[in-house]
């Protein structure tokens, strides 16, 4: 019963390093969501996907981008990483239908 | 394009009383859904309440209660009895037509931190 499990947990990267967040989820659902919370400004969405093989852009996409190859899994990638993107992350899904986002345990990244 | 607010950065209570939490937004949609989220130190986010915007009863969870006043876009959380576990950042969210082309994406508030004091 895990629900969404996001890896890593913690990871810190030099400035221009890529690196890949995987997001799982066991519930067959639908939509998946990529956010980023960072003080003082909530959560804003980065990407997200409607279904399989599908991806669209957020609020903020600049400097990401994301892959859904299977319906359980949604991957982020920061190809080039920028101290603006030190923050923590969240993967969401849910299912169509007026039901809750559930959330992973979210990644806090670090780039010096 | 929906925004919503939370003024109150940080919020205290002692044990045992009640406090509120504001949130205002802005939509031109008539169909949505409002939510509160909380999320503990663990950084879990955890769902406390919704609010359907067609239901005119305001919803409620145990000690969670909201204040939804339609007309002027307010969605309050009201947290009575507090408890020590009670203590975390709490976010309000919308969303806008789910099930059309929302997909079921959340406008989150900027997050009211609340500490409960023994």
Known sequence: NAGVTQTPKFRVLKTGQSMTLLCA????????YWYRQDPGMGLRLIHYSVG????????????????????Q???LGLESAAPSQTSVYFCASSGQGPTEAFFGQGTRLTVV | ???V???QP????QEAETVTLSCTYDTSESNYYLFWYKQPPSRQMILVIRQEAYKQQNATENR?????????KSFSLKISDSQLGDT???FCAFISNFGGTSYGKLTFGQGTILTVHP
């Open chain 1, 25 to 32: 989820q066991d519930m067959n659902h639908e939509y998946m």
């Open chain 1, 52 to 71: 399989e093989g599908t991806t669209a852009k957020g609020e903020v996409p600049d400097g990401y981008n994301v892959s859904r190859l299977k319906k």
């Open chain 1, 73 to 75: 899994n949604f991957l």
């Open chain 2, 1 to 3: 394009a929906q925004t």
């Open chain 2, 5 to 7: 607010t939370q003024s």
């Open chain 2, 10 to 13: 940080e919020m205290s209570v």
């Open chain 2, 64 to 72: 969670f209660s909201v204040n939804f006043q339609k007309a002027a």
């Open chain 2, 88 to 90: 975390a950042m709490y």
